[in-house]
Each structure stands twice: as C-alpha cells, then as structure tokens.
C-alpha cells in the first residue's frame, strides 16, 4: 500500500475516536455533580491516558489490517511516541487530582485501603518501568526475549488496574452499563495481547518449517533456508518480513521479526542475518533438520510494479534489496534498479558477488560506498551524504520508490538528503531492524 495523506487523516482520525471511547462511555447519560475546573480535568487525564495505553496493543505492528497503511518503521515510531505520551497521562493523572485536593493522596495511603494502594504504587512503578525499559532496552542490558515478555505483563496489569480503579471510584461510572462497557471494551483490547501471544503459536502449530540449509556468507552473516512441511509455503511480497521462532514449538518467547531474502518465486524462504545479537549469533550453529515457525508476512517496504526502485542499504540492511532483486531476476522484471550499498570495507560486503552477477542479469545500477576502501580503489568513498546521492539520481526521479534500511544514522542522513533532493515523502520508505 502506498503512503498518502489520506491515509494518515483517516487512520489519525480512527486512532482518536478509539481513545476517546472510554471518554464518551463516561460522560454519556446523567453525569455527577461539577466538581472543580482541574480535578475534572485529572479525571479526563486519566481517562484518557489509560485509553491511548490499551491501544498500543492494536498499534504494535502486528496487524495486516493497520501496518500496510504505514509501514513496520512508522508504526513502531507512533507505537513508541504514544506510549511515552501516554506515560505522562497517566502519571499526571494522580498528580493534577492531588495538586487540585490533596485529599486524593490517601488512595495511596495503605492504612486507609491496603489493597488500593498497593495496586495504584504498582501501577505507577510499572508505567515507569515499561517506558524505561522500552527506551533504554539495550542499556539496561535486557534480552528481547525477557523485555518482550516483561512488556506485555506490565501492559496488561497497568490497563486492568486502571479499569478496575475506574469502576471501584465509581464516579463517573456508577451506572451498572457503562462498568460492564467500560470492561468489553478494555477486556477486547487486552484480548489483542492474548491472541498474539496464545492463540496465533496455536495456530501456527499446523504450518511447520525445516530448517533445509544453514549457510554463511560474506560479513559474518549466515543464511538460513527453510521449507515448507505439509503445506504450502507462506507467500510474501518482496521487502515484507516474518516472525521467525526456532525449536519444537511455536510457542516460545524466541521470536524474532526478520526480512525475507529470498525471491518471492523460490520454493524455499530464506532469511539472512548478521552474528551480532543474542538470537542471530546462534545461526551458525543451527543444524539441517531443526524445526521453525514462521507468522506473517507483515510489512509495506515493497516495490510497486508501476515505478522503479532507488535503494539505500547500508551493511545487513541489504536483505529487502537482495529479496526484491532476485525476485526482478525470476520476473524478467524490464525496471530499473538502482543500489547504492555502504559498508565498512570490500571484506565486509553481504551477497557481494551475487549483486555483480545481478547486475548483469537485470536494469541494475550498483553503487558501492565504502568508509575504509582497498589501494587503488576507484568508487565512492565515506558515507552516504546528500552530494552522493545526487550524482546517481536519476532525471526521472518522480517515477522512483525509495527504499532505505541500514544503521539508523545512516538512515536519518539519507532521509533527510531526498527530502532535500525534492524527493515527495510519500515516495520514501524506511525499515529499522533495531527492534530486534
């Protein structure tokens, strides 16, 4: 799908309708008596913080149906800035109301109610520690694995608290409906974490994959080849990524998003990786015969057949281009192609004499960036900067896809130097890999 304004107005106009739900289900019908100006406006805080923090659960970019409109990378962006606006929200929910009527901090009293203060000083740890720990991942040193699985039980237990504190106040939801209303909708939500986690692996039982090849390539990478058992293989669009679990069964917290590499038209579905995180470093000592799980496809980093590719990789960012080159080779795709690939050194590049063979195969342009460069080395130098895209910018430019995915400076300079080219933004399109 492409990006457009359309599809932001309407998808931003979605997302706050949502989050005012909750809002509306309160004030709807007979309301209690006015209060003052700002702990009226606590409540609403309150309200509907906890509204925009169950809605991450529907924007966390595993919904076919919400990512095409945007994409893995801006989603998980408007994922990530939601939820730290919702982290002020809801922590400026007690504050205003205790600012307002400092009688409020005896919700927080133990002697006045154990239970309640117990759940509301959880709640408060538990938002600052989801947003820390979301932020500060790699920093605080905490495995994926155990972040994902401490992010989804704190998120459910800071959205059941939150409800159950709403009905137990009671002041804008006396009414018996609007409590059980209030629940269908937040139980619907916190039901989105449930189905991925539980009933998705469920499903997935049936649609098995072996591990058929365990390959290394150039930079140290490694290539894993699977094949579909007693099933057909899952089709993909080139650019687009799965969820990959390695082991006797799909249900496991070893779940990981990668890019497929292989042609769209291959039998086998392989995905490339470099040595450098917990779960890729143990690929190369993965043997032939294991077995794998895949969920998706998910993503929108694909290539339309109505306008040519402009890529920008940098090191393994090269998997959605190596994907949708060999598809174009198995196409007799005629567009043209044009791949300008930063690496470190010659050594270092992934699928190197594979891209030069392609090169000749199909309309490809190759344009090699090198920081530390060979002796007698006639190609680009340094990084990518804006005069180098500009020297391989096409004339026709408007009738170009761009595609960027590398390290994440490289890939903000390079956004920002088409935009500066005169590049339309809905024409650019970005993939991090960092959530992994």
């Known amino acids: 799908m492409r990006y457009s304004l359309r599809n932001g107005i309407l998808w931003l106009s979605i997302y706050a309708l949502l989050a005012l739900i909750p809002m509306i289900i309160a004030v709807v019908g007979q309301n209690p008596e006015y209060r003052t100006f700002w702990i009226e406006f606590g409540v609403s805080l309150g309200f509907i913080g906890l509204s925009m923090f169950a809605l991450q659960f529907l924007y966390s970019g595993r919904f076919?149906?919400?990512?095409?409109?945007?994409?893995?990378?801006?989603?998980?962006?408007?994922?990530?800035?939601?939820?730290?606006?919702?982290?002020?929200?809801?922590?400026?929910?007690?504050?205003?109301?205790?600012?307002?009527?400092?009688?409020?901090?005896?919700?927080?009293?133990?002697?006045?109610?154990?239970?309640?203060?117990?759940?509301?000083?959880?709640?408060?740890?538990?938002?600052i520690l989801i947003t820390i720990t979301s932020i500060w991942r790699i920093t605080c040193k905490l495995q994926y694995e155990h972040w994902r699985l401490l992010h989804g039980l704190l998120a459910l237990a800071i959205v059941f608290i939150g409800v159950v504190h709403a009905m137990q106040v009671s002041h804008y939801l006396d009414p018996l409906w609007k409590k059980i209303a209030m629940g269908a909708v937040m139980s619907g939500a916190m039901y989105l974490v449930i189905h991925t986690r539980l009933v998705r692996p469920w499903l997935n039982k049936k649609r098995p994959y072996t591990i058929v090849a365990v390959e290394k390539e150039i930079g140290d990478c490694w290539t894993l080849s699977l094949k579909a058992e007693g099933h057909h293989r899952m089709k993909y669009t080139p650019g687009q990524f799965s969820w990959i679990t390695i082991g006797p069964t799909p249900f496991s917290l070893q779940q990981h998003p990668f890019t497929f590499a292989s042609s769209a038209r291959d039998e086998l579905i392989k995905f490339t990786a470099k040595t450098e995180g917990d779960f890729t470093s143990t690929w190369e000592n993965m043997q032939p015969g294991g077995c794998a799980?895949?969920?998706?496809?998910?993503?929108?980093?694909?290539?339309?057949?109505?306008?040519h590719i402009f890529m920008i990789m940098g090191g393994i960012g090269i998997t959605p281009a190596i994907g949708m080159l060999r598809t174009m080779r198995d196409d007799n795709d005629p567009r043209k192609a044009v791949l300008v690939y930063a690496?470190?050194?010659?050594?270092?590049?992934?699928?190197?004499?594979?891209?030069?063979?392609?090169?000749r195969e199909i309309n490809l342009k190759v344009v090699h960036?090198?920081?530390?460069?060979?002796?007698?080395?006639?190609?680009?130098?340094?990084?990518?900067?804006?005069?180098?895209?500009?020297?391989?910018?096409?004339?026709?430019?408007n009738d170009y896809m761009f595609f960027i995915c590398g390290p994440e400076p490289m890939m903000d300079m390079a956004g920002i130097a088409l935009y500066d080219l005169g590049i339309k933004w809905n024409h650019i399109y970005m993939e991090r890999f960092q959530i992994v």
């Open 64 to 127: 076919k149906s919400i990512a095409p409109a945007f994409g893995k990378d801006n989603l998980i962006n408007f994922h990530r800035q939601i939820g730290i606006t919702a982290f002020f929200l809801i922590l400026a929910h007690p504050i205003t109301l205790i600012i307002a009527e400092p009688t409020f901090i005896s919700y927080f009293d133990p002697r006045v109610n154990l239970m309640r203060a117990i759940a509301l000083s959880f709640v408060t740890i538990a938002i």
């Open 343 to 359: 690496n470190n050194s010659w050594d270092e590049i992934t699928f190197r004499d594979e891209i030069e063979e392609l090169s």
């Open 293 to 307: 799980w895949l969920e998706g496809p998910f993503g929108s980093f694909t290539p339309h057949k109505d306008r």
């Open 369 to 397: 960036v090198l920081d530390e460069p060979p002796e007698g080395w006639n190609g680009e130098e340094g990084y990518i900067t804006e005069e180098l895209l500009d020297r391989y910018m096409p004339e026709d430019h």
